[in-house]
């Protein structure tokens, strides 16, 4: 088991990015950053994060392909993914879900709801660690 417990941040905004990673290193846990997916998926592969948190819309690869590329590996698919985005239409929710994300969060990001769905899922994958 791993010392320490370990985020993956995958997100192109430079502010959302650095509100993020400010949030969950505040609770005490470790983050990794991606600017797109591509690397997302070079470092999830590589960090096996305890979780991962991605923008949808991402440069190249984007949110939807990342959540698709790693639940279809046997190693990474039980990582919870968090989607983060700005898509508030009836049925966006929905769709991320099927997806393959496990979660959702809304831009702007609320730093309060953020942080405490943040921690309620990394202490959960202590508990199943």
């Known amino acids: 088991m791993k010392p320490h417990m370990?985020?993956?941040?995958?997100?192109?905004?430079?502010?959302?990015?650095?509100?993020?990673?400010?949030?969950?290193?505040?609770?005490?846990?470790?983050?990794?950053?991606?600017?797109?997916?591509?690397?997302?998926?070079?470092?999830?592969?590589?960090?096996r994060p305890d979780l991962i948190i991605c923008d949808v819309c991402l440069p190249g690869l984007d949110g939807f392909q990342v959540a698709s590329a790693l639940k279809a590996q046997p190693e990474l698919k039980d990582i919870p993914l968090v989607a983060v985005t700005a898509l508030a239409m009836p049925g966006d929710r929905e769709r991320l879900l099927q997806e393959g994300f496990d979660y959702y969060i809304c831009k702007p990001i609320e730093p309060e709801h953020f942080s405490a769905l943040i921690s309620a899922l990394i202490v959960r994958r202590k508990r199943n660690g």
């Open 6 to 47: 370990e985020v993956l941040i995958i997100e192109d905004n430079r502010i959302n990015l650095k509100l993020m990673t400010y949030l969950v290193q505040a609770a005490g846990i470790a983050v990794t950053t991606a600017a797109d997916g591509e690397r997302g998926l070079e470092l999830a592969a590589l960090r």
